[in-house]
């Protein structure tokens, strides 16, 4: 039975630098991303904030595609915002500037009818609310947390406090590095486990990412691409499509290894199409069929098409 995914973060718009044109207004925030990616597979319970400025008919389209925005507040003021820049080749970006705007008032109010979602995804926000929604919840089966070198250094101790109670840490290589002081990922994602987490997500951009539990190392490359036009909310789609896969089959890491690995995989080719468009908008146009084609392709891709040969 398909179950519910909760996800809780921000909602926002963007303006983008890219090295072939400049952006403004273009949708963002990591709650969206997630969600947006998430659906494909489950219904979604979303939680954010959003001002007087964001448009009804996102809201409406979310809806359309099975996301619960009951759960999103309309606060009087603007939206967030945040303005990237990225390097040429797009595998680096810097921070020009953060309009925290309705953002900056920001306590997530879970409603009573979304209190009881088994899968749980904290995006990326202040460590003290994402507690904070963790006490408003009855215990969900999975809980997986995302969080940004700005808690890494200002807020350690809540930091840690929230690692002691969630399943799952996904995060991006540099921040591994910041958080543990390990330059080696896999001593990193030790370091990381060692805090609370039973299972890590080391998300490196083009070269994949890396699942790492009580199985060992399972590794998943990110799929080649001919086209890559925006990789802002990568992480979050592949969070939110991870989440939506094992929802749809009821399954947790703590359930099913070979499903938390599976869900790696479709996760990781979903992230791939998002990063093929500007801002969400080729996660938007996604078909099932499309997503298929490229998941056979994928498989092809890491199957050896048998047990390696004895050695000589
Ligand atoms: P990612 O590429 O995974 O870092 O996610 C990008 C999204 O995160 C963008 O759409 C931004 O709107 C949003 N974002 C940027 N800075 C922050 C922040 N400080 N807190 C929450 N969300 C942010």
Do not use: C
Request: no cysteine; net charge negative; proline share 5%.
């Amino acid at each position: 039975m398909k179950e519910h995914v909760l996800i809780v973060g921000s909602m926002a718009f963007d303006d983008l630098e890219m090295p072939y044109g400049t952006f403004n207004d273009v949708l963002g925030g990591a709650a969206t991303y997630a969600a947006i990616s998430a659906s494909m597979f489950s219904p979604v319970r979303l939680v954010g904030v959003v001002g007087s400025d964001f448009p009804p008919a996102v809201l409406q389209q979310m809806q359309e595609r099975g996301i619960d925005i009951s759960g999103v507040e309309h606060a009087q003021g603007k939206t967030f915002r945040w303005h990237g820049r990225y390097a040429a080749d797009l595998s680096s970006r810097e921070t020009i500037h953060t309009a925290l705007n309705v953002f900056a008032d920001f306590h997530p109010k879970i409603p009573d009818s979304y209190r009881t979602s088994p899968y749980l995804l904290l995006g990326n926000i202040h460590p003290a609310l994402q507690l904070d929604v963790l006490a408003q919840v009855e215990r969900p089966r999975l809980v997986v947390a995302d969080t940004m070198n700005l808690w890494i250094h200002t807020e350690r101790k809540t930091l840690e406090k929230l690692l002691r109670q969630v399943d799952v840490v996904s995060i991006n290589d540099e921040e591994a590095k910041d958080l543990t002081g390990e330059g080696m990922l896999r001593k990193a994602a030790d370091a990381i486990r060692a805090m609370g987490p039973k299972s890590v997500i080391i998300k490196k951009g083009e070269h994949g990412a890396a699942l790492f539990d009580d199985d060992g190392i399972f590794f998943v490359p990110a799929y080649p691409l001919e086209v890559l036009r925006d990789p802002t909310g990568a992480g979050d789609s592949f969070a939110g499509a991870l989440l939506g896969v094992l929802a749809a089959q009821g399954r947790s890491d703590r359930s099913d290894r070979v499903a938390m690995r599976q869900a790696m995989v479709i996760a990781s080719t979903v992230a791939s199409f998002g990063v093929e468009g500007l801002g969400p908008d080729r996660l938007l146009s996604l078909e099932k069929s499309s997503l298929a084609e490229r998941l056979r392709a994928f498989e092809a891709m890491v199957s050896y098409g048998g047990p390696l040969p004895a050695l000589p």
